[in-house]
């Protein structure tokens, strides 16, 4: 992309929608190149879409009881979505399962949020299941999508300690507050045409990219920093919000 053109993002939901709050409080206030052009749930209802509307951006219903099977859902979730030209659909909480044939499509410009440090724990219940194997650390991951679940390769991750009396709800919401800083984060170096997938490859300013990123915590401070920083030029220096 361009420097200075935004691109247009398709977000795809199930629920609550925090993640996609994000991404619309930083495309409002011009920190995040991107226009949101349509926000679509697979469940009807959901507060996701209550949260699309008061941005005024167009909320949309996809229920997949209404389809005889998966391949017969994802081609009408494909004709909406093309609808709205994307450059980038970002899956923000979006729980179903995609065929092959729903990625293949999209290959290249199909990223997901997950909330562990993939490729551990791929799937569900992750904060319930790295509470059960002991782990000290746990986070989010932003992967480019292919058709291995949560298996796609992984740009940025972002951690978080597991502390003696974590439940599942207090870990999550630990790893929440960082996804809503990781997505925003990812999704800008795609717009600004810093992030590509060539083959089974992601490619971060022109190099592969052998490891993923973190978004370390230090890096945080800088970025609440930078977050009120009006000429937002320390946003162009990736080494202060991210740690090979
Ligand atoms: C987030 O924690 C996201 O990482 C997770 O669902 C939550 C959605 O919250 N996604 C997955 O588990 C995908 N497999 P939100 O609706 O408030 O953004």
């Known amino acids: 992309m361009s420097a200075g053109r935004k691109i247009r993002l398709v977000v795809l ?10 991404l619309l409080d ?8 991107v226009e949101v052009a349509a926000v679509i749930s697979n469940r ?6 209550e949260r699309a509307r008061r941005a005024g ?4 219903e996809l229920d997949h009881q209404d389809f005889v099977d998966r391949p017969a859902f994802e081609a009408a979730l494909i004709e909406l979505i093309d609808r709205h030209q994307p450059d980038l659909v970002a899956l923000a909480g979006f729980m179903r399962v995609l065929t092959a044939g729903f990625t293949t499509h999209y290959r290249g410009r199909l990223l997901n949020i997950h909330p562990s440090l993939l490729p ?30 949560d298996g796609g390769p992984v740009i940025v991750r972002a ?3 597991v502390l003696p009396g974590d439940d599942p709800d207090t870990l999550a919401a630990r790893v929440l507050e960082q996804e809503h800083h990781l ?11 810093r992030l590509r997938l060539d083959g089974g490859q992601v490619w971060f300013d022109g190099e592969p990219l ?7 915590s230090e890096a945080h401070h800088i970025a609440n920093a930078i977050d009120s920083d009006p000429s937002g030029r320390a946003w162009d220096n990736p080494l202060a919000r991210v740690s090979r």
């Open 13 to 22: 939901i199930s629920g609550r929608g925090s993640n996609l709050q994000a």
């Open 26 to 33: 930083r495309a409002t206030s011009g920190e995040l190149p």
């Open 44 to 49: 009807p209802g959901v507060h996701g879409l």
């Open 57 to 60: 951006v167009p909320a949309l």
């Open 120 to 149: 551990k724990f791929r799937g569900l219940h992750t904060h319930e299941r790295a509470i059960a194997a002991g782990e000290t650390e746990h986070g989010a991951s932003i992967h480019f999508v292919t058709a291995e679940l």
């Open 159 to 161: 951690r978080v300690p």
């Open 183 to 193: 997505y925003p984060l990812a999704i800008r170096w795609f717009a600004e045409g």
């Open 210 to 216: 052998r490891e993923p990123l973190w978004l370390d």
